[in-house]
């Protein structure tokens, strides 16, 4: 309750900041009586306006003279405070990606439910006292209640008596009532339990990270290995170490997708006896409170997520692991945008942490990194075991071109067919969602768009509707023409996974075929069922996009046909070599992972590029060292720095006039160049206009600094919005 008399008998008062999950630009003032003792992290109600509202104390001053004339706190609440480090990495992290502190605040506190004591139920156990008279009933209820605790009506049911038999029995005090936390705490995992045999070259590695766990300092080391070298195993030792140096210590593994937390789940089981707290978007709310409070409360020792596990309130975090390092799904895009590998890095070097980056294809700024030393390099040069690494080639479509209609050459074909009569399996992939990307209009050729955004209409056959993939909008794929009213006008244009499919099941009318994308397996139920099936060899061919490149290990698993591999190299990005080197060396090493030896077909109609040249030859270093220097030469990331500026507003005019306006209030920073306003590759999402500068800079120059500066001196119209992106991956 709010102390409004506070000091009235004496009692001095604190004045107490507040920093509330708003995208408010700093905490605000209220004032406590001393007696209560608050204390920074603590987790508060306060009025904002006419408002009540959750906040956390970010700091309080003793004693205040002034406090008297502030507002005062409502209540204290119970949860475990935020601890210093959190407090530190919100501020850091605020001022980087030049958001409000409140904004990042509310990644921290994802579940004001944990504040509060975990809800109660009541089960039903044996008390050891034998009951007075003991029919065949009472003897049912009796073993079932030895068997597990459960509630009095579930007893019943499992016992086949009735609910009066249950209570006869908690009468005569054989039985007990017992009050059970719905949110029991987490079991511990087992150290006492050793891992996989590993080989000379694993066992090297996975000592030296341990060694560098041991010192409990800022430490960050690039786990570099190739496709199915055990990169994963080589990690888990140095969880077990970090695990191992307190009682309380904790260990967060990120991975790039959802798909892939459910994936990982039994590899982190078996080598320590319990699963991983889980942390991602799809856990259910139960979940997200119990894991919220047990992480705080630094019970929750062995934690696995997407990219916003990072933000939760770690007392005790000892190790961070990024697999996949290099995954584009790091960077978030919305709300606060942020790159979850460079924030872990931070976070770490606050707490004094060490951090391992993952990866068969670093980033360039990783590698570039540890190629300086500022990052330990550990390799892992070969695959476990007997395993090779497959053959790759690539198939020019200019010299080898599928039959007219079709996407899929004859040397992709006959390679699946191969495979399949050796019993082997094959993958398709093709990095594009639903039949095809774009529908028009034969007659008149009109092309369907999202109504409210400059984006096509993806055909999706299965569910037989048109869909944007930017904004989640849909409809069914139309009779006729909205255009010029042509009835069964529409043709498809261009492929997706369902129209290989198609095509895959003409030529192979009998294999088992099957589709791995998001639409196919939208849930973690969906993903391990289809990866069950996969590794137990009821699939024959395979078709995915990019979700199928990502840490899955199919034994039998062979014949790898990439079907469009120049996708990924259209339009302006800076790193599109990077990436499609990356994704298509990583959907290549699915094949041959165990003792059959794999091969890769990859299509393109751009064999000479330098890219391309590099995957066949599969000399990544080559590759890198090319990249770098062009990199270098421009000044750009990782020897330069980048960061977008969007504009944004529902009315075109209005978005030109404000971005103009914006681009003549820059400030001159040497070092700094400052490119646009221009309009946004994609000029409307959402019904809104979107114009776009980008900041090139020099390593020296402070980006962040430079643009809340910058974004400071310009007051615009309530109606437009000014998104800033430090290190933009995206450029659309």
């Given amino acids: 309750m709010a102390e409004e008399g506070a000091g009235d008998d004496g009692d001095t008062l604190d004045k107490v900041a507040v920093l509330f999950p708003l995208p408010l630009p700093e905490p605000f003032d209220y004032r406590a009586a001393s007696s209560l003792n608050v204390q920074p992290g603590q987790h508060v109600i306060a009025p904002i306006g006419s408002r009540l509202v959750r906040g956390v104390v970010w700091g309080v001053e003793r004693n205040h003279p002034g406090a008297a004339n502030l507002k005062a706190i409502e209540e204290v609440l119970p949860g475990t405070p935020v601890p210093e480090v959190s407090r530190a990495f919100v501020e850091w992290a605020a001022k980087y990606v030049v958001r409000p502190p409140g904004d990042l605040s509310r990644m921290v506190v994802r579940s004001p439910e944990a504040l509060f004591p975990p809800p109660t139920h009541t089960v039903i156990a044996p008390s050891g006292e034998p009951p007075p008279k003991l029919t065949d009933a009472r003897r049912r209820v009796m073993e079932e209640a030895a068997k ?25 005090g054989a039985l007990v009532k017992l009050e059970i936390s719905e949110d029991p705490p987490f079991p511990n995992p087992d150290l006492a339990r050793t891992g996989k045999n590993l080989s000379a070259i694993q066992l090297a590695a996975a000592e030296e990270l341990c060694v560098s766990v041991r010192e409990h300092k800022f430490h960050v080391a690039l786990l570099d290995g190739v496709t199915g070298s055990g990169k994963t195993e080589v990690y888990l030792e140095a969880a077990a170490e970090a695990l191992k140096s307190a009682p309380n210590a904790q260990v967060l593994v990120l991975l790039p997708e959802i798909a892939l937390t459910q994936a ?18 799809a856990i259910q709310q139960k979940a997200r409170r119990r894991a919220w409070r047990e992480i705080a409360a630094g019970r929750a020792r062995l934690i696995v997520g997407a990219r916003s596990a990072l933000f939760l309130p770690y007392p005790n975090l000892r190790l961070i692991v990024i697999d996949e390092e290099h995954d584009p799904s790091y960077k978030q895009e919305e709300g606060v945008i942020y790159q979850a590998r460079d924030m872990a890095v931070a976070r770490a070097k606050l707490g004094d942490c060490m951090v ?70 094959s993958l398709f992939y093709m990095n594009r969602r639903g039949y095809a990307p774009l529908t028009l209009c034969r007659a008149c050729g009109h092309r369907m768009r999202s109504p409210d955004s400059d984006s096509w209409l993806v055909e999706h056959r299965y569910s037989g509707r048109l869909v944007c993939h930017l904004t989640g909008f849909s409809i069914p794929k139309p009779k006729e023409c909205p255009e010029c009213k042509a009835v069964d006008a529409f043709t498809s244009i261009g492929p997706g996974v369902e129209r290989i499919e198609e095509e895959v099941r003409d030529s192979f009318p009998n294999a088992r075929i099957e589709i791995f994308s998001s639409d196919t397996t939208p849930n973690g139920d969906a993903v391990r069922d289809l990866v069950a099936r996969m590794e137990n060899n009821e699939i024959d061919i395979l078709i995915g996009t990019q979700i199928v490149a990502k840490g899955h290990n199919f034994p039998n698993l062979t014949f790898v046909g990439v079907v469009d591999a120049d996708l990924g190299l259209k339009g302006g990005d800076l790193r599109a070599g990077e990436r499609t080197f990356q994704l298509v060396s990583q959907v290549a090493g699915r094949a041959g ?58 009315d075109e005019k209005l978005a030109a006039e404000a971005a103009k306006t914006l681009g003549e209030k820059a400030p001159h920073v040497e070092g700094l160049d400052l490119w646009g306003p221009a309009p946004a590759p994609l000029s409307v999402i959402r019904g809104m206009y979107r114009h776009r500068f980008l900041v090139r800079a020099n390593r020296g120059v402070d980006v962040s600094a430079f643009l809340a500066a910058w974004s400071a001196r310009v007051k615009l119209h309530s109606a437009v919005r000014v998104q800033i992106d430090v290190d933009p991956y995206s450029f659309l």
């Fill in 148 to 172: 597990e605790h459960v509630s009095a009506a579930e007893l019943a049911r499992r016992a086949e008596a009735s609910s009066a038999v249950v209570k006869g029995l908690v009468d005569c």
């Fill in 264 to 281: 990982a789940m039994s590899r982190f089981e078996a080598r320590f006896g319990v699963k991983p707290v889980e942390w991602h978007s």
């Fill in 356 to 425: 391992v980056l993952a990866s068969a294809t670093p980033s360039l700024e990783t590698l570039v990194n540890a190629q300086a030393g500022r990052y330990a390099h550990v390799q892992l040069p070969s695959r476990h075991g007997t395993a090779e690494l497959p053959d790759v080639e690539l198939v020019d479509l200019k010299l080898d071109p599928p039959e007219k209609g079709r996407w899929l050459s004859p040397k992709l074909i006959t390679g699946a067919a191969q495979a399949l009569l050796r019993g082997e399996q």
């Fill in 593 to 650: 992972r165990h003792e059959k030896p794999g091969r890769a077909l990859i299509q393109t109609y751009a064999p000479h590029e330098p890219v391309m040249q590099a995957l066949a030859a599969q000399d990544r270093d080559a590759f890198f060292a090319a990249e770098v220097a062009e990199r270098e030469a421009a000044g750009m990331p990782p020897y330069g720095r980048l960061a977008a500026l969007i504009v944004s507003a529902p």
